[in-house]
């Protein structure tokens, strides 16, 4: 007995289809100045942290989205905020490597066909789609 033949699917909407593989790499970056890049002092003996929890996640958060080592999520982290017109300091590999021990990252996904939004407002950071 033989296998059957695979269907051939040809495209005949070559605009369509160009704009939806172009649509697959979307990214809309929403950066909420209000937000508490910087942690508080804690008002303990010792130094306290320089960047708060959420600055910490934001940066693995885009290291697991992007699947890149620290080092580079660190310089990417600088590049967005730098794009944002933010003018913020960006934690570096050690201090990302130290505080993602005590800081758990959850990324919720739901895949969407318009793009991923990713949102960092004063409360944390969300993926939307």
């Known amino acids: 007995m033989s296998k059957p033949q695979p269907k051939k699917y040809r495209t ?7 704009q939806s593989l172009k649509q697959r790499g979307a ?7 209000k937000m508490d890049w910087l942690s508080p002092g804690s ?5 306290s942290e320089k960047f708060s929890d959420a600055a910490i996640q934001f940066c693995l958060m885009v290291k697991n989205l992007f699947g890149v080592a620290l080092r580079q ?3 990417m982290v600088a590049s967005l905020l730098k794009l944002s017109g ?3 300091p960006t934690p570096d590999y050690t201090t990302l490597c130290r505080r993602q021990q005590h800081l ?4 919720s996904y739901r895949p969407n066909l318009n793009g991923l939004h990713l949102l960092v ?4 950071v ?3 789609g």
Do not use: P
């Open 86 to 88: 933010l003018d913020w």
């Open 12 to 18: 005949t909407n070559w605009r369509d289809y160009n």
């Open 104 to 107: 758990q990252v959850c990324i």
């Open 126 to 128: 969300k993926m939307l």
């Open 27 to 33: 990214m809309l970056l929403w950066i909420d100045k």
């Open 121 to 124: 407002d004063s409360t944390g």
């Open 43 to 47: 008002g303990k003996r010792g130094r």
């Open 73 to 75: 999520a660190s310089g």
